[in-house]
């Protein structure tokens, strides 16, 4: 395990709090909503917490799971529930994978994506993007040919923000064995949806003869990243049955299957965080690249920027200044920072300072 890549949450707030000097750290590295929950979520955690945390939860998450399936036209016996939807993925590693098998997915990518099958004993293939983050479809066809057993794609990617279009999640579907089980984690869908292009993953596999799985969470844009709830939609019953078998039979606690429950019943509230997070989204693109940096177009809640020089001694003057994001560590992106956007407000001192370090040393 000692060659296990390292999770990076971010730098610790209180740490940087410290160091800056500041008594409000702009924390800019989880990909947080901070437009918070919803009135309706915050009554009925209030009254979870009066009635419900003396006593274990409900093990198979029966009413949540069927009020996601009632949302999503699925029967609630093909919902899994999990701590946030990367319990899921330990989940389906411990489930499905054997040392020595062959795991596909993306890079740059989510960093729980190779973790996990790495713990397993699992051989992880990473499919890098184009020059310009875009779907390289000969190298995904190419790996795919190679007969993974396991598949992970995001859509939007963690950490671009790029998206794949429909016909680019049809050729991955269509390029994947059979014997391959698909995960395709939409962590971050609820912000792309709204864009035309943006494929509808649930329609594209209903009804394959194949093994699929779509992840989701209600930490992003529902705002509930402190209690952890995500959950997955299978192709069928049988490996919801598999997950069970693996998974603690406590692993969505009380307060989080009653948020989650309440957090879908808001559209209203949803809707607002997305809309809002995309012109925030816009503003900043725009402001950055006129400052002349390279930013990744995005079709989530945070941005890849290129800052042009070792993105860990930017993230540490961005610390200086109170400032949180994080520097991405994988081969090939040292230069990278990705950053969760925040209010208006907090998003301006974001950016003044990150340009002015950026702008250091140029001639």
């Given at each position: 395990m000692?060659?296990?890549?390292?999770?990076d949450?971010?730098?610790?707030?209180d740490?940087?709090?410290?160091?800056?000097g500041?008594?409000?750290?702009?924390?800019?590295?989880?990909?947080?909503?901070?437009?918070?929950?919803?009135?309706?979520?915050?009554?009925?955690?209030?009254?979870?917490?009066?009635?419900?945390?003396?006593?274990?939860?409900?093990?198979?998450?029966?009413?949540?799971?069927?009020?996601?399936?009632?949302?999503?036209?699925?029967?609630?016996e093909?919902?899994?529930?999990?701590n946030?939807?990367?319990?899921?993925?330990?989940?389906?590693?411990q489930?499905?994978?054997?040392?020595?098998?062959?795991?596909?997915?993306?890079?740059?990518?989510?960093s729980?994506h190779?973790?996990?099958?790495?713990?397993?004993?699992?051989?992880?293939?990473k499919v890098?993007?184009?020059?310009?983050?875009?779907?390289?479809?000969?190298a995904?066809?190419?790996?795919?040919?190679?007969?993974?057993?396991?598949?992970?794609?995001a859509?939007?990617?963690?950490?671009?923000?790029?998206?794949?279009s429909?016909?680019?999640?049809?050729?991955?579907v269509?390029?994947?064995?059979?014997?391959?089980?698909?995960?395709?984690?939409?962590?971050?869908?609820?912000?792309?949806?709204?864009?035309?292009?943006?494929p509808?993953?649930?329609?594209?596999?209903?009804?394959?003869?194949?093994?699929?799985?779509?992840?989701?969470?209600?930490?992003?844009?529902?705002?509930?990243?402190?209690?952890?709830?995500?959950?997955?939609?299978?192709?069928?019953?049988?490996?919801?049955?598999?997950?069970?078998?693996?998974?603690?039979?406590?692993?969505?606690?009380q307060?989080?299957?009653?948020?989650a429950?309440?957090?879908?019943?808001?559209?209203?509230?949803?809707?607002?965080?997305?809309?809002?997070?995309?012109?925030?989204?816009?503003?900043?693109?725009?402001?950055?690249?006129?400052?002349?940096?390279?930013v990744?177009?995005?079709?989530?809640?945070?941005?890849?920027?290129?800052?042009?020089?070792?993105?860990?001694?930017?993230?540490?003057?961005?610390?200086?200044?109170?400032?949180?994001?994080?520097?991405?560590?994988?081969?090939?992106?040292?230069?990278?920072?990705?950053?969760?956007?925040?209010t208006?407000?907090?998003?301006d001192?974001?950016?003044?300072?990150?340009?002015?370090?950026?702008?250091?040393?140029?001639?």
């Amino acid at each position: 395990m000692a060659g296990l890549p390292l999770y990076d949450p971010g730098a610790d707030p209180d740490e940087v709090a410290t160091l800056s000097g500041s008594r409000r750290v702009v924390k800019l590295s989880n990909n947080e909503s901070p437009f918070g929950i919803s009135p309706e979520v915050a009554e009925a955690v209030r009254l979870s917490l009066a009635d419900g945390v003396s006593r274990y939860p409900d093990p198979t998450g029966k009413r949540l799971a069927e009020a996601i399936g009632k949302s999503l036209d699925v029967p609630a016996e093909r919902v899994v529930l999990g701590n946030g939807s990367e319990n899921i993925l330990e989940l389906l590693c411990q489930a499905v994978l054997d040392p020595g098998d062959l795991v596909v997915t993306q890079a740059p990518g989510f960093s729980l994506h190779e973790i996990f099958p790495r713990v397993m004993g699992a051989r992880v293939e990473k499919v890098p993007v184009t020059t310009d983050f875009g779907f390289d479809a000969d190298a995904w066809r190419e790996a795919l040919a190679a007969g993974p057993k396991l598949v992970f794609l995001a859509n939007p990617c963690n950490p671009t923000g790029a998206m794949l279009s429909a016909g680019q999640l049809e050729h991955v579907v269509a390029a994947t064995p059979k014997s391959a089980l698909l995960v395709l984690d939409e962590a971050y869908g609820e912000f792309a949806r709204p864009n035309p292009e943006y494929p509808d993953a649930l329609e594209a596999l209903r009804g394959l003869d194949r093994p699929w799985i779509v992840l989701r969470t209600f930490s992003k844009a529902y705002g509930l990243a402190g209690v952890r709830v995500g959950y997955g939609i299978a192709s069928d019953s049988v490996l919801i049955q598999a997950l069970d078998r693996v998974r603690t039979p406590y692993n969505v606690n009380q307060p989080a299957q009653v948020a989650a429950i309440a957090a879908l019943g808001d559209r209203a509230h949803l809707a607002n965080a997305v809309r809002r997070t995309a012109l925030e989204i816009a503003r900043v693109t725009d402001r950055l690249r006129g400052a002349g940096l390279r930013v990744v177009p995005s079709s989530t809640n945070f941005l890849f920027i290129d800052t042009g020089r070792r993105a860990d001694r930017v993230a540490q003057e961005l610390h200086r200044a109170g400032i949180i994001v994080k520097a991405w560590r994988e081969p090939g992106y040292e230069n990278y920072i990705r950053a969760s956007l925040s209010t208006p407000g907090d998003n301006d001192v974001f950016v003044r300072c990150l340009t002015q370090i950026c702008a250091k040393d140029k001639p």
